[in-house]
């Protein structure tokens, strides 16, 4: 059975810092693509930042660049998305996704959430100002 547990949100003031943590089960982390995705209350789902756990590569939503960062830990088998320089506008449940299939060269933030096939439950991250 593949997992996908998110944990790490919260409540924070405007320019605080969290770090939200995906920890995978069930599967060879090894060679997937992984993003963390977004969805506020009446919005669509939104990619935030991807990572390909092969070697590392990573890409960002232009809303984010700068401010957030994806790592993995493949000891852990575990994503991590550490947010810094928080907006009120970052409010949402954030998730996490696995892409088994997809390779490095289309791992990227564009690539869209049907393309996802596991994901976490989400983890709610609230800024205020």
């Known amino acids: 059975l593949v997992q996908l547990v998110e944990s790490g949100g919260g409540s924070v003031q405007a320019g605080g810092t969290l770090r939200l943590s995906c920890a995978a089960s069930?599967?060879?982390?090894?060679?997937?693509?992984m993003g963390w995705f977004r969805q506020a209350p009446g919005g669509e789902r939104e990619a935030v930042a991807d990572l390909y756990t092969g070697d590392g590569s990573t890409d960002y939503a232009d809303s984010v660049k700068g401010r957030f960062t994806i790592s993995q830990d493949n000891a852990k088998n575990t994503l991590y998305l550490q947010m810094n320089s928080l907006k009120p506008e970052d409010t949402a449940m954030y998730y996490c996704?696995?892409?088994?299939?997809?390779?490095?060269?289309?791992?990227?933030?564009?690539?869209?959430?049907?393309?996802?096939?596991?994901w976490g439950q989400g983890t709610q991250v609230t800024v205020s100002s």
């Open positions: 996704a696995a892409a088994l299939y997809v390779g490095r060269s289309v791992c990227r933030a564009t690539l869209p959430p049907v393309r996802f096939s596991r």
């Open positions: 069930g599967y060879i982390y090894s060679n997937i693509c």
